[in-house]
C-alpha cells in the first residue's frame, strides 16, 4: 500500500483536559499538507486515539488496531508506555468505537486493521503522544515543586527531582497537567534508552487467554439471548425457492424458521436447537446463472485473460529489445483460490429495536459494520453501536461486514431480543471471501550470470477495486502488483503489467499476505529456474543482484549461514531460499524438505532471516513469522478451493487440510538488530514459506512445479508437470 502511505503529509498532536484526570489526544490527518489540522483552528479535538491516566494513575489507550492473535496490543502498550516513561503493568488499551474521523488508519483512511501496518502506522504517533505527555506530567510536578523542569525526570509512572527525594505519581499529577500546552514536537528517546522496546515481554492477552477471561465475538452472552445458524444459497448469487418450516419448528428449543431471499436461519433456544433444526430442513434453490460454473472454466478464463495486454504498473529500460538479444525463458505460474478457514468460526450478535441496534463481533473494519448495517436498517449512524472483540482469526477475511449485514436481517424478523448468529465451519468454508486465483506469466534473458531483462503480467481479480476505490487508478490494483514492481533486484529492463480478470460465481478479498502471495511466490521460482539456467548456486544468483538492497542482502547472508546452506543432504532431500522486501521488513527464508517415492513431501527444517526494523518485541515477531510459515505452507501443500455445479466443494478440515503438528518442522527465526523504523512482520512468513518449500522441491528432485498446491503426482512420476 506505499502508494497509499505516500499520501500522509504529518501527524500532529493536539492536547487538551479531561474532567478528573488527563487527556492528550493525537491525529493521524489524511488531509493535504497545505490544510491545517480541523483542531488546531477551532480548539476541538479530533484524536485518533486518547491516553487517559486517572487519578489512580492507571493509564488507558483506547486504541483503534483491533487484536487478533498478532500481539498489537502489548506491542502497542510497550511503545506508549516507553516514551511516557508509564508503569507498564499499569498500561490497559480499549478497543475504539467506531469512527473514521477520529480513528481512520492513516494508510487507508477508513478504520481498519490489516496490511501489517498496525505498528508502522502508529509507531511515530505513539511515541510523540506518550513524549508529549510525559513532558506535560514533569512540567506539572516542577510547578508544584517551584524547581526547573529539566531536573526532573520520569520512570515507572512516576515524576521524580534530581536534587532531592521528592516523587509524585502520574495519577497524583494528572489533573494539574490536564490544564497545560502540549509542547510541540516532544523530543524523543534516544533507542540506546529504550528500556521497554526490544525486550521480550510476556503478552497481556495470554493470562487471560489460559484462565478464559478472553471473550472473543462467539463467546457474548446476553439475557434473554436467543441463538441462530444458517444455510445460504449453495450456488453464489442463487435464491430460496421453497422450504417448509415445519420439520424445524418441531424440534425442542426451536423458535423461529427465517427465511430469505438468499438464505434460511433457524433460531433457538441454543445454538443445538437452531443447528438441529436447520438440518431438519428440505431446502429447495433456485441456483441462477452460476450454477453450471466449475475451477475448469474458471481457469480457462483466465489463462486465456492473461494471453492479453495489461495495463502498465512499471516501465524500465527497453524490454521488448533487451528480450530479443538473449535467449528467452518464459514461466507461468498459477495460485488457486484459497479460503480463510478462521479458528473462531463467523459470528455476530445482535440487538436490534425500533430505534437502535446494537452489535458485538470481532471484526477488522469496525467503521464499515456500523455504516453497512445503518443503511441496511435506515438508522442514524449514532444509533448503530458495535462493540468489538478480540478475533480468533483473521487473515482478511474480517476485513468484511457481510457477516453482520446477515445477523441484522435475522435480527429483522425477531421481537427486539438479541440473538447470537453463529456459522457452522462448512457454511462459512463455501461462504467465504475467498483469496483470488492468479496466473503469472514471466519473460527473462540473461546476461553474464544475471538477469538481464524481466517482463511480468499479473492476473486475476482486484479487491482493491471493490474494497478500497479510490486506490484503484488506471487499472492498476497496487496490491495485486506488490512486490513486483518494487521487486529487489539489480535488472535494467523491468517491465510489470497487470491484468483485471473477475471469476463468475467467486467473490474474492484480502487474505493473509495479499499481493506478495503471488508476486513472491512466481518471482522467486522462476529466479531458481534462471540461477540453474545460470550454472549458479541459487543464493549465489540472488546476491550478485541484491546490490540496491543491502538489508536484504544481510538477510540473505545470515539464512545462509543459519540454514547450513552448502551441507550435504539425503537422497531426494533439497534446500530452497526465498527473499522478500514486503510490508516494510527485508525476510530470507530457507526450506529445507524431503520426497519420498510416492511424492509426498516432508518438511525438515525452516530457518528464517528478518530485518524488520527496530523490534518492539522480538517475541512477537519470531511468533508471527514461525505462525505466517505455517499457515503458508499449509497453502503450498494443501490449499485449493475448487467449485463445481457453482458450488465450493471444500467443506471442513477434513477436505480443507491444515498442517498438523508432527508435520510442522523446527523453524529457527533470526531477528537482525535494526535501527530502523518497524515493518510489519504479521504476513511476511505466509509469502516466504511457499516459494522456499518449492525450491526445495526443485532442488531435491529437478521438477519444477509452477502450480499450487504441491501436486504429488507429479513428484511421483504419476503424471507430467
Not at 493525537?26 to 489540522?37: D, I, K, N, V
Not at 477520529?102 to 503522544?129: C, D, H, M
Not at 477434513?654 to 518442522?665: A, E
Not at 512482520?681 to 525450491?695: D, H, K, M, S, V
Request: hydrophobic share 40%; with cysteine.
Amino acid at each position: 500500500m506505499s502508494v497509499l502511505q505516500n499520501a500522509i503529509s504529518r501527524r500532529r498532536l493536539l492536547g487538551g483536559g479531561l474532567a478528573g484526570g488527563f487527556l492528550l489526544a493525537f491525529h493521524l490527518p489524511t488531509y493535504g499538507a497545505s490544510e491545517p489540522a480541523p483542531g488546531a483552528i477551532k480548539g476541538k479535538f479530533a484524536p485518533n486515539a486518547f491516553i487517559r491516566i486517572d487519578p489512580a494513575g492507571k493509564t488507558t489507550l483506547v486504541m483503534p488496531q483491533v487484536e487478533m492473535g498478532q500481539g498489537v496490543y502489548t506491542s502497542v502498550a510497550m511503545i506508549l508506555a516507553e516514551e511516557l516513561d508509564a508503569d507498564y503493568q499499569q498500561v490497559v488499551l480499549e478497543h475504539a468505537p467506531p469512527d473514521d474521523k477520529l480513528y481512520g488508519n492513516p494508510v487507508f483512511g477508513i478504520q481498519v486493521t490489516g496490511n501489517s501496518n498496525s505498528i508502522r502506522a502508529f509507531w511515530k504517533p505513539l511515541r510523540e503522544a506518550g513524549a508529549a505527555a510525559r513532558a506535560m506530567l514533569i512540567q506539572a510536578a516542577a510547578r508544584q515543586w517551584k524547581v526547573d523542569p529539566a531536573s526532573c525526570t520520569a520512570a515507572d509512572g512516576q515524576v521524580r527531582h534530581s536534587g532531592s527525594a521528592r516523587k509524585l505519581g502520574f495519577g497524583t499529577l494528572a489533573g494539574a497537567a490536564s490544564k497545560l500546552a502540549p509542547p510541540k514536537n516532544p523530543p524523543l528517546k534516544d533507542p540506546k534508552n529504550f528500556t521497554l522496546i526490544g525486550k521480550s515481554l510476556k503478552r497481556l492477552d495470554t493470562p487471560h487467554k489460559v484462565d478464559g477471561g478472553v471473550v472473543y465475538g462467539i463467546d457474548v452472552m446476553l439475557p434473554g439471548m436467543k441463538f441462530a445458524t444458517l444455510a445460504a444459497s449453495p450456488v453464489f448469487g442463487g435464491k430460496v425457492h421453497h422450504v417448509d418450516p415445519g420439520p424445524a419448528n418441531r424440534i425442542p428449543g426451536v423458535r423461529k424458521v427465517v427465511v430469505l431471499d438468499d438464505m434460511v436461519a433457524v433460531v433457538g433456544d441454543h445454538m443445538w436447537a437452531a443447528k438441529q433444526g436447520l438440518q431438519a430442513l428440505d431446502i429447495t434453490w433456485d441456483e441462477g446463472p452460476n450454477a453450471g460454473i466449475s475451477s475448469a472454466d474458471i481457469w480457462q478464463d483466465l489463462r486465456k485473460a492473461s494471453e492479453g495486454s495489461g495495463a502498465v504498473a512499471k516501465n524500465t529500460g527497453d524490454v521488448e529489445k533487451a528480450l530479443g538479444q538473449g535467449e528467452k525463458y518464459e514461466a507461468a505460474y498459477e495460485l488457486p483460490f484459497l479460503a480463510h478457514a478462521t479458528m473462531e468460526p463467523l459470528n455476530c450478535t445482535v440487538q436490534l429495536k425500533p430505534d437502535s441496534c446494537e452489535i458485538w463481533l470481532g471484526t477488522q473494519v469496525i467503521s464499515r459494520v456500523q455504516s453497512t448495517v445503518a443503511k441496511l436498517t435506515g438508522l442514524p449512524l449514532e444509533k448503530v453501536t458495535v462493540r468489538n472483540h478480540l478475533i480468533g482469526g483473521g487473515f482478511g477475511r474480517r476485513l468484511e461486514p457481510d457477516m453482520a449485514l446477515s445477523a441484522v436481517r435475522v435480527a429483522q424478523h425477531l421481537d427486539g431480543e438479541p440473538v447470537k448468529v453463529v456459522w457452522t465451519r462448512e457454511e462459512d468454508i463455501q461462504h467465504d471471501v475467498y483469496r483470488p486465483a492468479y496466473r503469472d506469466t514471466i519473460a527473462a534473458t540473461l546476461s553474464g550470470g544475471k538477469v538481464a531483462a524481466f517482463k511480468y503480467k499479473v492476473t486475476g481479480s482486484s479487491v482493491i477495486a471493490r474494497w478500497l476505490p479510490p486506490a484503484f487508478q488506471n487499472g492498476i490494483d497496487i496490491d495485486a502488483i506488490d512486490c513486483a514492481v518494487d521487486m529487489p533486484y539489480d535488472i535494467a529492463h523491468l517491465h510489470v503489467e497487470y491484468v483485471r480478470a473477475e471469476p463468475p460465481a467467486v467473490p474474492t478479498g484480502f487474505w493473509r499476505g495479499v499481493g506478495p502471495n503471488n508476486n513472491v511466490f512466481a518471482i522467486e521460482c522462476f529466479m531458481d529456474e534462471l540461477a540453474r539456467k545460470a550454472g549458479k548456486d541459487p543464493i549465489a544468483f540472488r546476491r550478485a543482484m541484491l546490490g540496491k538492497s543491502p538489508r536484504l542482502l544481510a538477510a540473505l547472508d545470515l539464512v545462509a549461514e543459519k540454514s547450513n546452506w552448502d551441507q550435504p543432504l539425503p537422497a531426494r532431500a533439497g534446500r530452497g531460499v526465498s527473499v522478500q522486501p514486503a510490508f516494510g521488513s527485508f525476510i530470507a527464508t530457507v526450506v529445507e524438505a524431503q520426497v519420498d517415492a510416492h511424492g509426498e513431501v516432508r518438511l525438515r527444517r525452516v530457518t528464517s532471516a528478518v530485518d524488520t526494523g527496530i523490534a518492539v518485541n522480538p517475541d512477537t515477531i519470531v511468533a508471527q513469522l514461525q505462525g505466517g510459515l505455517i499457515f503458508g505452507l499449509t497453502a503450498a501443500l494443501y490449499g485449493e478451493v475448487t467449485v463445481k455445479n457453482g458450488r465450493v466443494q471444500q467443506s471442513n478440515f477434513n477436505d480443507y487440510r491444515m498442517l498438523r503438528i508432527d508435520q510442522v518442522p523446527p523453524i529457527e527465526v533470526y531477528v537482525i538488530k535494526s535501527g530502523e523504523a518497524p515493518g510489519g512482520i504479521g504476513e511476511n512468513g505466509t509469502t516466504a514459506g511457499p516459494p522456499a518449500l518449492r525450491n526445495a522441491i526443485y532442488a531435491a528432485t529437478g521438477i519444477a512445479l509452477r502450480r499450487l498446491p504441491i501436486d504429488r503426482d507429479v513428484l511421483a512420476g504419476r503424471k507430467s508437470a
